[in-house]
């Protein structure tokens, strides 16, 4: 089993559309939860950080489920500029980070 | 500020010759990063330094030496470079685990 493993997506929705990803990670001791968002060929940037009693930033809202071991991405009302590949990270032990391989989406007019 | 730098963007190497890249960050982070992401995954971490002076592995060190130079600077060195080392290379920075990491803007590499 991998570490950290994210929806395969690719996920296709047209604008307004609500989407949702899920990532599990295998080791029960993590701490530290981020979704990161990165655009074709660019870095990865911080969406959002995870917290234990789930938490919401404008159309986005994460969550976490320690019992069932993942986290979970909600978008609301998508945006054509919210296009990019989302991943996950959770942290192995202090600063070993584990990354998903990434859910791209698509969000069409 | 500038953030997070890595130089070169980008380089190609023939198998079998080293470089060194190069990555600075002016935010005092105490927490510093080298990940490679390859076509279709995730990044994976490389080598990882919690604080001036210290290192550690992460999940594919193999190939690779890493050097924290001082607060700031923390660099990746391949001595003898393979095309299974051909990927982007991200650095990064954190104030500690529990925060956000800032990335470079990567340097694309490839080995011949």
């Known amino acids: 089993r991998k570490e950290v493993e994210q929806d395969p997506g690719p996920f296709n929705v047209p604008e307004g559309a609500t989407v949702a990803f899920n990532c599990t990670y295998s080791?029960?001791?993590?701490?530290?939860f981020f979704w990161y968002r990165q655009d074709c060929r660019k870095e990865p940037k911080l969406l959002m950080s995870?917290?234990?009693s789930g938490n919401e930033d404008g159309r986005f809202t994460a969550q976490l489920n320690r019992a069932s071991q993942y986290i979970s991405l909600l978008i609301r009302d998508s945006k054509l500029s919210d296009s990019a590949t989302y991943l996950c990270?959770?942290?192995?032990?202090?600063?070993?980070?584990?990354f998903g391989a990434g859910t791209r989406l698509t969000v069409k007019p | 500020n500038a953030g997070v730098t890595q130089t070169p963007k980008f380089q190609v190497l023939k198998t079998g010759q080293s470089m060194t890249l190069q990555c600075a960050q002016d935010?005092?982070?105490?927490?510093m990063y080298w990940y490679r992401q390859d076509p279709g995954m995730g990044l994976r971490l490389i080598y990882y330094?919690?604080?001036?002076?210290?290192?550690d592995k992460g999940e594919v060190p193999n190939g690779y030496n890493v050097s924290r130079l001082n607060k700031r600077e923390f660099s990746l060195r391949l001595e003898s470079a393979a095309p299974s080392q051909t990927s982007v290379y991200f650095c990064?920075?954190?104030?500690?685990?529990?925060?956000?990491?800032?990335f470079g803007p990567g340097t694309r590499l490839t080995v011949l």
């Open positions: 990064a920075s954190s104030p500690d685990p529990y925060n956000e990491q800032f």
């Open positions: 080791n029960s001791a993590s701490q530290s």
């Open positions: 995870v917290y234990s």
């Open positions: 990270v959770v942290n192995m032990r202090g600063l070993d980070m584990r």
């Open positions: 935010m005092n982070h105490n927490s």
């Open positions: 330094s919690a604080s001036e002076g210290t290192t």
